[in-house]
């Protein structure tokens, strides 16, 4: 039979234990921007930075859980004589939709001898999700900061503006530093400007060096869903013509 007790025991170890470490990104974020990130008047902002960085650190640190152990070890059962209980076509299909089920970046992996791994591909749709919903958060907090109605349509023009540069790199081997470089561009130079620009940056490094570097296909892909998480914050509020 399957041990699953040992493998969910793991699997939220490994999710917990990740999403731990991202909690460590709400001090130096206090640090570095802390009229925007406090234990104060902005105990909001802090407090839905660092659930948003705790639950995509979980998923990557799961997800490398999933690809050492996608399912539960085979128990070996022990009578007179040792046998060992196979795995059946049926069990397998089981696992695979619980699997799925959990939501997780990274969980169609290889669930039987004959299913192929994750393509570099897949991989990325998938974690793009995550950093569609990273980003739509990233600009909504720039938007909140507005003192004023006006104000809150300007910044929604100019977050609007930053997803169609983000969209403009696409077609080449596009850096973490040169994604934020265009963000910098098109923005005020103002530090939640720049704290954006910071955290489109560390989504898009995210997967940048294993799975995007040297693909323009797939960074157009990412790019994309970067660039749509900016339209979706912003359209929340009308935008007019500058």
Not at 31 to 45: G, L, R, S, V, Y
Not at 48 to 72: D, N
Not at 225 to 235: F, T
């Amino acid at each position: 039979m399957l041990n699953w007790r040992k493998w969910l025991r793991g699997l939220s170890a490994a999710y917990i234990g990740g999403g731990a470490a991202a909690v460590s990104g709400a001090i130096s974020i206090v640090m570095i921007a802390p009229t925007e990130f406090n234990m104060t008047d902005k105990f909001f902002h802090l407090l839905l930075y660092t659930t948003i960085q705790f639950i995509i650190a979980g998923i990557i640190s799961a997800s490398y859980y999933l690809k050492s152990s996608p399912v539960p070890e085979i128990e070996i059962m022990t009578t007179t004589k040792t046998t060992e209980v196979t795995q059946s076509s049926s069990i397998s299909k089981v696992a695979l939709a619980f699997i799925l089920s959990l939501g997780l970046f990274g969980c169609a992996t290889q669930v039987a001898t004959d299913t192929p791994p994750p393509t570099p591909e897949s991989i990325v749709l998938k974690y793009a999700d995550y950093a569609k919903l990273s980003a739509k958060v990233a600009c909504s907090l720039t938007l909140q900061l507005a003192v004023s109605d006006k104000d809150r349509v300007d910044k929604a023009n100019i977050v609007y503006s930053i997803a169609h540069a983000i969209r403009s790199l696409s077609g080449g081997d596009v850096t973490p530093e040169a994604l934020a470089g265009v963000i910098v561009l098109w923005a005020p130079d103002k530090a939640h400007w720049a704290d954006l620009a910071g955290a489109v940056k560390d989504n898009y490094a995210t997967l940048y060096a294993t799975y995007l570097h040297g693909n323009p296909y797939l960074i157009a892909k990412f790019l994309e869903a970067l660039a749509l998480g900016c339209e979706q914050a912003a359209s929340n509020y009308r935008v007019v013509s500058q």
